[in-house]
DNA sequence: GCCTAGGTCCCGTAT
DNA sequence: ATACGGGGCCTAGGC
């Protein structure tokens, strides 16, 4: 196909909202965050219904270059080739595209309504043990969920059987230093607000060595608990709750 | 394209390496480190030559559903439509797509060897910083850098004219609370290790107000630089590189 | 706009 | 295999 042929295709896409794809030899340049030079080759060009584009090479999960929703596109022919400039205002930057042969431009009205429905998620895990709190710990009782303090949210604020505050972090992945450190943090600051030193516990499939050696240190408990877990508890309580 | 002859299509470019896209209705499951149903709609399916996988609604950057790399790929016909069963061990998760109605179905080999230059990131700040320490701070000496202490990384290790050690913790974007707990950290494993309290030097374009106050508390400085200026000084050094 | 936090994050790298 | 940290991460939610 012609690169005449290919702008209009492109722009007749673009004007009507539909999905565009384009395969071909082409270079790229990004200006932005960062700034980035791709040579020459075969990719895949999609440009999505909201402006969205991707390019993407023969290999690997990621697009090498991309905009996010939201771009202003605009599309000419010049010397060098089919030039496609991207641009968007905030962050500032712009993916500068040139096609030099294309092997196939087509553009498609895609209707997607599908409902896409996520579980094993740490939202699961969170919803588990609010109906089950004894999954953490028996007699202990929630307070509040997603607990803002400063700019920071807790995950879970409970009491235990004697009164104590505790703080709950939950991580759907074995959890690292870094988790340990980020509870200790929120402790500090229910402490300064409530004046009053909270227990602080991690929840988590499991925990790397290194986390469970700093949470001996820093008095961070640990409890298993995982998101398929998780899941198989909610997916059961569900399942009862038809008959009851 | 009836379902048959896509799923020729699919099984030839599989054999023959071949990136594939489909472009149709379909459904998909998908069951591992969490649990998605997708529902019928169009999208666009594409199997890359390393056996990635992405399924790709009409709006947004990301894939709705997707398989890194590396996957095995059964395809099929059943009576629910062309069923692609992509599964792989480690870790152990399966995305099971059903295709209902094929609008298109090529394959292309995609010849790209075009090499990838990305530039203004972390690591050229590090460089920037390495060839002219004065940025940080006049009268500074790099000993080290990337210095593993326990499983983790020390960005750049130094000492500064009074012959204390400073320990350089480099961000590209704006400095967060998480940022400087992480760099009291290793400052804290510094000490373990060579017996004596480190400087710690936070770099980075910008620092959030809450991450600022508690970097006073903590005792961790902060240095404004930039990834952007980091690039431009290693460009005018090349240039004049050339010349000397 | 800033800030926080999750994600099937992906990806490279070192042990 | 585990662990760590970067990324133009993206995305959602709150203020």
């Not at 993407?56 to 929703?69: A, F, I, L, S």
């Amino acid at each position: 196909m012609d690169l005449a042929e290919a702008l209009e295709k492109i722009m007749s896409g673009l004007s009507s909202g539909r999905t565009i794809i384009v395969v071909g030899s082409m270079h790229a340049h990004y200006a932005g965050r960062s700034t980035s030079w791709l040579a020459e080759g075969d990719r895949l060009l999609i440009i999505k219904s909201d402006k969205s584009i991707l390019i993407h090479r023969p290999t690997g999960y990621e697009p090498v270059n991309w905009q996010p929703p939201g771009v202003v596109i605009n599309a000419q022919i010049t010397e060098e080739g089919l030039v496609l400039e991207c641009s968007r205002k905030s962050p500032p930057e712009i993916l500068r595209i040139v096609i030099t042969e294309v092997y196939s431009a087509e553009s498609y009205r895609l209707v997607d309504n599908g409902e896409f429905i996520i579980h094993a998620r740490e939202e699961d895990m969170k919803a588990a043990i609010i109906n089950s709190p004894d999954i953490v710990e028996p007699g202990l009782r929630i307070v509040e969920t997603e607990r803002r303090i400063g700019d920071e949210y807790i995950d879970i604020l409970a009491v235990d059987s004697s009164g104590q505050i505790v703080i709950i972090e939950i991580k759907r992945k074995r959890a690292t230093r870094r988790d340990v450190e980020q509870i200790v943090d929120y402790a500090t600051q229910v402490e300064k607000e409530l004046g009053r030193k909270p227990r602080k516990i991690l929840v988590a499939p499991s925990i790397s060595k290194e986390a469970a050696s700093l949470s001996m240190v820093l008095r961070v408990e640990y409890k298993c608990f995982s998101p398929r877990l998780a899941y198989e508890i909610l997916s059961k309580k569900k399942g009862l709750d038809r008959f009851l």
